[in-house]
């Protein structure tokens, strides 16, 4: 089993380019989350998925759009990248009995 | 949600045990007690969770207390590799996974 896979790993954008990051885990999770870290701090919450087919916001949605496209896979979208957006952004999967990380994308925004 | 209540940052020799505690005084009836840790520049791993009961692991115990107000995750013989930065969070089902700044332990030789 590959976990969970996020890709990019490392992406440099221009203020006001789009982008989507993507997640995939093959565990068969219901729940899947996305997080940003900035550097020094803890991680908080951007948009959660409790099971296929719906989405909730964080503590920080502003900004991102989610997709659940399916069991599987858990796409996080900026439309319109800001600096403050230049983050570490981690996804994660859950079952119960701990949540699984993706490695991270560590993103920039110019 | 619940809110934890951690130490900002602990230290300890290696080969010592460590103890490092969490509160969580709002937490539900329903919601187990996770336990994650987050080492340098990777992405944070699972360590152990529980309900009730005392928990153990190859990792780590987890001792909670009787009124599930407070946890306490014990290393029992702490190593370098233990460096890192420890958040517990209650976790319930269905419901937003969310992490306060944890507790960042350092490993002494």
């Known amino acids: 089993n590959a976990g969970v896979t996020q890709t990019p790993k490392f992406q440099v954008l221009k203020t006001g380019q789009s982008m989507t990051l993507q997640c995939a885990q093959d565990?068969?999770?219901?729940?899947m989350y996305w997080y940003r870290q900035d550097p020094g701090m803890g991680l908080r919450l951007i948009y959660y998925?409790?099971?296929?087919?719906?989405?909730d916001k964080g503590e920080v949605p502003n900004g991102y759009n989610v997709s659940r496209l399916n069991k599987r896979e858990f796409s996080l979208r900026l439309e319109s990248a800001a600096p403050s957006q230049t983050s570490v952004y981690f996804c994660?999967?859950?079952?119960?009995?701990?949540?699984?990380f993706g490695p991270g994308t560590r993103l920039t925004v110019t | 949600d619940a809110k934890t209540t951690q130490p900002n940052s602990m230290e300890s020799n290696e080969e010592e045990p460590v103890h490092l505690p969490c509160n969580h005084s709002?937490?539900?009836?329903?919601?187990?007690i996770h336990w994650y840790r987050q080492l340098p520049s990777q992405g944070p791993e699972y360590v152990i969770h529980?309900?009730?009961s005392n928990v153990n692991n190859r990792m780590a115990s987890l001792a909670i207390a009787e009124d599930r107000k407070s946890s306490t995750l014990i290393l029992h013989r702490a190593t370098l590799r233990d460096a890192a930065v420890y958040y517990c969070?209650?976790?319930?089902?269905?419901?937003?996974?969310?992490f306060g700044q944890g507790t960042r332990l350092t490993i002494n030789p």
């Open positions: 994660a999967s859950n079952q119960g009995r701990g949540a699984y």
């Open positions: 565990m068969n999770h219901n729940s």
């Open positions: 998925s409790a099971s296929e087919g719906t989405t």
């Open positions: 709002t937490i539900s009836g329903t919601d187990y």
């Open positions: 529980g309900l009730t």
């Open positions: 969070t209650p976790w319930g089902g269905a419901q937003k996974l969310v």
